[in-house]
């Protein structure tokens, strides 16, 4: 049986690679993608939770179903995003795409 930490420890080194990859991607899809790195990162430690601690049965299972319906959602939106900058500016270079500024 594989001890509880060394799920939160893997989870966190993921959280970390989602993380460096959100905040150094010029890329939108890049930034996406990492940002559901770091959802199943967190989900990998819900599930660890709920596994190893008898008082929170199911309750990590529901927050990871939970985490993964918003993943979902935030991947249609962010790709709706996406393809109607590209449509924009003919890019999906977040350094190029002055959308916010006057």
């Known amino acids: 049986m594989v001890p509880l930490h060394s799920y939160l420890i893997l ?3 993921l959280f970390a690679i989602g993380m460096f990859g959100a905040l150094t ?3 939108a899809i890049g930034i996406l993608m990492s940002i559901e790195l770091m959802f199943n990162a967190a989900n990998l ?4 939770f ?4 008898p008082e929170s049965a ?6 990871a179903i939970f985490v993964i319906t918003v993943a979902a959602a935030e991947a249609a939106v962010g790709l709706a ?12 270079n977040v350094d190029e795409i ?3 500024k006057w």
């Open 25 to 27: 991607r010029r890329h």
């Open 11 to 13: 989870g966190g080194i």
């Open 58 to 63: 199911l309750r990590g299972q529901v927050f």
């Open 81 to 92: 995003i996406v393809l109607g900058l590209y449509r924009n500016f003919k890019t999906v």
């Open 98 to 100: 002055n959308l916010m």
């Open 50 to 53: 709920s596994r190893y601690l």
């Open 45 to 48: 430690s819900f599930v660890a």
